[in-house]
Structure formats: structure tokens, C-alpha cells
């Protein structure tokens, strides 16, 4: 017969035995966004531990709370819930879902987040680059041979909410849906050196240029070297088009460098809406959406110089305008001067 006594003794040695093999569990700070590795932080906030921190360094002077009353969110709480709606994209509400806060207090911490970043737009956006000029035309050179190249510059449209006023036909663009269209310039490694958000959707890319502060630079003989554009932009000097309806071999292996190379922008393109979802739509209204894409770029330019890893990208092709300025006749010439120096 079994003892009962005996039974308990096993059983509490058994237990003891159990707990000594078993692995301590380690629960982490929830409240504490940097408690996880690496590859969490990435998928949500699109940095790594190291590159938030950096973040909590340079925009922490402009986003600090005054004050430690009401229980006020601390410097990497705010910079969290930034990078989560830049990354994501998602409703105001599902941010605060997922950071255990209320939809005001989300909405606060990403204004506070794209203004101080908006902030560093010159630091970090330079034009021709954060490299000497000689090492972004060689950079350029490498991948099609195509010389005196010192950006590519394109534009792309960020869908918007249905904008109210009388000017809410200026922001549909010629796909018929609200966007503002944003000019970008980007080196061979895909990082901008120049961005100009403020147009609405139905502005042409050409108009866009013509009344940007970088081709006055540029017109001034301000930067020795030139841009890439596709065929919607009139063929100037410094802003070099491809043939509309090449006639020789020459012209033929032009318009092929010229191409391979121009794709950095709409390679650039792809990664920064990769990067940051949110710039697929943005619910928001114009004003807002163009600060919000300059801090996204401002953001992009970080993480390239600071090595993140790069998401999977998509590129962001899009059918060219029609011109709608006629070529310079200066920019004929150095156009036909390239192809017969170098194609």
C-alpha cells in the first residue's frame, strides 16, 4: 500500500528538480521601445537599436517635455511613435493601439517628431551631396559611363486625402487622384541632395524646376557638372534629357547611359516609400503632408549615411510628362558635344 506521505515527497523533489534544468524566463520593459533586439525595432521603427538612439541624440533638445508631470512621454517614447507611423502608415488610432496610448497623444508626438526633423532638412539634405563633388560624378560614371554627373532629378506624387477648399482641384493629378507632387534630386547612392515639397498634384515636374532655387544655382554656373531628367523636362546646359527619336548609334548608346543612370531616382524613390509606408497615403492636409515627406527624407538620408538595412524595393516608375518648355538651344548643344565626345 502507498504512502501518501511519501507520494507528496516525490512529488515536491520532482518540482524542485524541474525548476533547477529549467531556463529563467526574461520579460522585458514593454514600456521601454528599446528593450528589444535589433530585427523587432527594424520591422516596426525601420532603425536599428543603435540608430534610435542616435534619433533620441539629435532630436531630444526639440522634443523633450518641459516638464515630468502627467506622466510625459520620455524622448524615445516620442521618437517610437514617429518611426512606427512613418514605417506603417496605419490609422493614428492603431499607433496608439499598438504603443498603449491615447490617438491625441499619438498625434501630438508625430507632429512634434516631423517638425524637428523638418528642422535638420539642411544638414542632412545638401545639394550636390554630403561627398566631394569628383566622387559623386565617379560614382555616376561607374554605372553607365555616363560623365559630369552630379544628381538625378525626377518627381513623384504622394497621395493625400481629398484636401477641402476652393483649391481642392489643384491637388488632382493627370492619374485623377489628390497628391502633392515633390521634386527630388539623388546621388548615385540613392541618398537626396535636394527635395521641394510644396506643389500640388496637377503642377507639371518641368514647372516644378523652373521655379525651384536649384536651377537658379545651377543657371548661375554655381556647380560644375549636370543633371539627369527624363523627357518631360526641357534639355538645358546643366539638365541633360534623353533623344525623343534617337537617329544615330551614338544617340542610341546615349540614351541607354543616360537611362541605367537616371534610374537612381526611381530606385531612390521606391526605397523611400519602402522605408516609410506612410507615403503611399498620407490622411492629412496638404501643409501637413509636405513637412511629413521632408521628414521622411530627412530620415532616409540618415539611415543611408548611418548603413541601416535597406528594405526590399520596388521601383517607383511612372510615365513621363510630355514637354512642355521647349529644349534650350544651348542645351541641344551640349547634349549633341556629349554624344560626340563620349558615345
Not at 538651344?329 to 558615345?343: E, I, P, S, T
Request: a positive charge.
Amino acid at each position: 500500500m502507498a504512502c501518501p506521505f511519501i507520494d507528496d515527497v516525490m512529488d515536491e523533489e520532482a518540482l524542485i528538480l524541474r525548476r533547477a534544468f529549467r531556463r529563467e524566463r526574461f520579460f522585458r520593459d514593454r514600456s521601454d521601445p528599446l528593450a528589444f533586439d535589433d530585427s523587432h525595432l527594424y520591422e516596426r521603427y525601420r532603425f536599428c537599436g543603435d540608430g534610435i538612439r542616435f534619433l533620441c541624440r539629435l532630436l531630444g533638445p526639440k522634443i523633450q517635455h518641459r516638464t515630468t508631470q502627467n506622466h510625459a512621454l520620455t524622448i524615445p517614447q516620442t521618437v517610437c511613435i514617429g518611426l512606427r507611423f512613418f514605417a506603417s502608415g496605419i490609422f493614428l488610432y492603431a499607433v496608439g493601439d499598438a504603443e498603449n496610448l491615447s490617438k491625441a497623444t499619438v498625434c501630438r508626438s508625430i507632429r512634434q517628431m516631423y517638425l524637428a526633423l523638418k528642422g535638420f532638412l539642411n544638414i542632412f539634405i545638401t545639394f550636390p551631396g554630403h561627398k566631394r563633388t569628383c566622387f559623386i560624378k565617379e560614382e555616376f560614371y561607374k554605372i553607365a559611363g555616363f560623365p559630369n554627373v552630379i544628381g538625378a532629378l525626377d518627381c513623384t506624387h504622394i497621395r493625400i486625402k481629398h484636401p477641402s477648399g476652393v483649391h481642392e482641384g489643384d491637388f488632382v493629378n493627370r492619374k485623377s487622384y489628390h497628391s502633392i507632387n515633390v521634386q527630388m534630386i539623388c546621388d548615385a547612392d540613392c541618398t537626396f541632395s535636394n527635395v521641394e515639397a510644396k506643389w500640388p498634384g496637377s503642377v507639371h515636374d518641368s514647372r516644378v524646376f523652373r521655379a525651384s532655387t536649384i536651377l537658379q544655382r545651377l543657371s548661375q554656373g554655381e556647380y560644375a557638372g549636370v543633371l539627369l531628367g527624363d523627357k518631360g523636362y526641357a534639355c538645358q546646359p546643366f539638365l541633360l534629357t534623353p533623344f525623343a527619336d534617337p537617329q544615330t548609334a551614338a544617340q542610341h548608346t546615349y540614351n541607354l547611359a543616360h537611362a541605367r543612370s537616371r534610374a537612381r531616382i526611381e530606385m531612390a524613390f521606391g526605397l523611400l516609400k519602402s522605408r516609410f509606408q506612410c507615403l503611399h497615403h498620407l490622411r492629412v492636409t496638404p501643409e501637413r503632408a509636405c513637412d511629413i515627406t521632408v521628414a521622411c527624407t530627412v530620415l532616409h538620408n540618415i539611415a543611408c549615411l548611418r548603413k541601416e538595412r535597406a528594405p526590399r524595393v520596388a521601383l517607383d516608375m511612372d510615365w513621363d510628362n510630355e514637354a512642355i518648355f521647349p529644349d534650350n538651344v544651348n542645351g541641344r548643344l551640349v547634349r549633341d558635344q556629349y554624344v560626340a565626345n563620349y558615345f
